[in-house]
């Protein structure tokens, strides 16, 4: 009998092989545990992050914070994550950089800030200088109106007389003689853009290459500059000021997203589209059937002018060429601002809207505004002016209609100082 049976080696190898193999998978699977645990936690760190760049972003609007400085803002989520905010301007927006990190994980979002009414957004005010605001033609009224104590009344302008069953459609207010005031760091904000010797700071590009130039928000800034700039057949997008000594001309084959131009006059032509901020310190014109989306602005802000420039009289007064002026069927989603601290009556438009041109915004007029067109919005003038065969007609709106109820109500716009406590994102940048 025997005790003892040999063992093959081959059965002692497949032994140990199959040993090796069970190992090899508890290890493998104890490694895509750790795997799964890190990635999970990696993820709840992210999304942690991420979601306290937004929740910066809305505790930084109800906060009073600096130009320039990083303003830190105390995190309400169960992971430590550290959020500031740094608030200065692109163009006349305000911009908040909001930047969040735990550890090695960092996140950073940028957003345009706009004012916004706490009530209803008013369709009109007027300046009050003791003399009614007169109606004539096809001119519409919807909305509150802040006018003069005289009120709306009835006018005619060569036959064409007004004809609807009420002045206004909407509810009347009293107004003041000096216009709503822009936010004090808007005002000197755009007095130093429109500056003759004010010069961008950035990366200067001496050249655009043929498929165009992106430049994001977290990079510096890029600068197109020259004494006359003509963008044609040319992509730009985004952190980009185009900056001329004497013009910049736009033509329709240009494709412009979010960038800022800046120069004494600034020529937008016929058919262009895109999507920019417009400053200049002598005028801007907008061709026939241009849409520019929102939120885009035009801002101009006129130099001091002698006594006699705004004074103009005969068929002189018609030569004398707006300081913002938008052709036929041009549409503007954003704002139309003119400033002029100049005390000379003046008998000429400082912004002209030609008939069938569109503003889905605001108009903000230190001035004279001639309005043909429409405005879904608000309007905000020291007075109206009518320019019709030779005759000059003050403080007459002709044929042009104001409705502040067509306006979205998510809309946020210019920064005045009644909405310095209310302000919201207009848009999120890249």
């Known amino acids: 009998m025997k ?91 305000e911009r908040r950089t909001v930047t969040t990190s735990h550890g090695n994980t960092k996140y950073q979002k940028t957003a345009l800030i706009g004012g916004k009414d706490k009530q209803e957004l008013p369709a009109l005010y007027v300046n009050d200088h003791q003399r009614p605001v007169i109606l004539a033609g096809n001119a519409m009224i919807t909305g509150t109106a802040f006018l003069p104590e005289q009120g709306l009344k009835m006018g005619n302008i060569h036959g064409n007389s007004y004809h609807r069953s009420s002045l206004l459609f909407g509810q009347q207010k009293k107004s003041d003689s000096l216009l709503p005031k822009l936010s004090p760091e808007l005002d000197a904000q755009i007095a130093k853009l429109t500056h003759t010797n004010y010069v961008p700071e950035g990366r200067v590009w001496r050249s655009i290459q043929q498929d165009g130039l992106q430049n994001s928000f977290t990079e510096p800034t890029a600068i197109i500059r020259d004494r006359i700039v003509r963008l044609t057949d040319v992509d730009l997008t985004g952190n980009i000021i185009v900056s001329a000594s004497y013009k910049i001309i736009v033509e329709a084959d240009a494709h412009l997203q979010d960038v800022v131009l800046i120069a004494p006059e600034i020529e937008i032509q016929n058919w262009v589209k895109g999507s920019f901020q417009a400053i200049a310190s002598e005028s801007i014109s907008v061709g026939k059937k241009c849409e520019l989306y929102y939120p885009s602005a035009l801002i101009v802000k006129k130099k001091q002018v002698s006594a006699n420039a705004g004074n103009a009289s005969g068929t002189q007064t018609f030569q004398v060429k707006p300081a913002i002026y938008l052709d036929a069927y041009a549409k503007v989603r954003g704002m139309v601002v003119t400033l002029d601290d100049s005390k000379q009556p003046q008998y000429t438009p400082q912004i002209k809207l030609d008939m069938e041109s569109k503003v889905i915004g605001e108009v903000y007029c230190s001035k004279n505004l001639e309005l043909k067109g429409r405005v879904n919005g608000a309007v905000a003038t020291d007075g109206f002016i009518a320019l019709e065969d030779g005759s000059v007609y003050q403080n007459h709106l002709y044929n042009g209609s104001i409705n502040s109820m067509n306006l979205d109500a998510s809309y946020a716009g210019l920064l005045l100082a009644s909405r310095e406590q209310n302000k919201k994102v207009m848009k999120w940048l890249y």
């Open 3 to 93: 005790l003892t049976q040999k063992i093959h080696a081959g059965a002692l190898q497949f032994v140990l092989f199959i040993g090796a193999v069970v190992a090899l998978l508890l290890m493998a699977f104890i490694l895509l545990s750790f795997t799964h645990s890190h990635f999970d936690n990696k993820t709840d760190t992210y999304v942690a992050v991420v979601k306290s760049a937004d929740f910066g972003m809305k505790a930084a609007l109800k906060i009073p914070m600096a130009l320039n400085v990083e303003t830190a803002v105390r995190s309400e989520t169960d992971i430590p994550v550290a959020i500031s905010v740094k608030r200065d301007f692109w163009g006349v927006f």
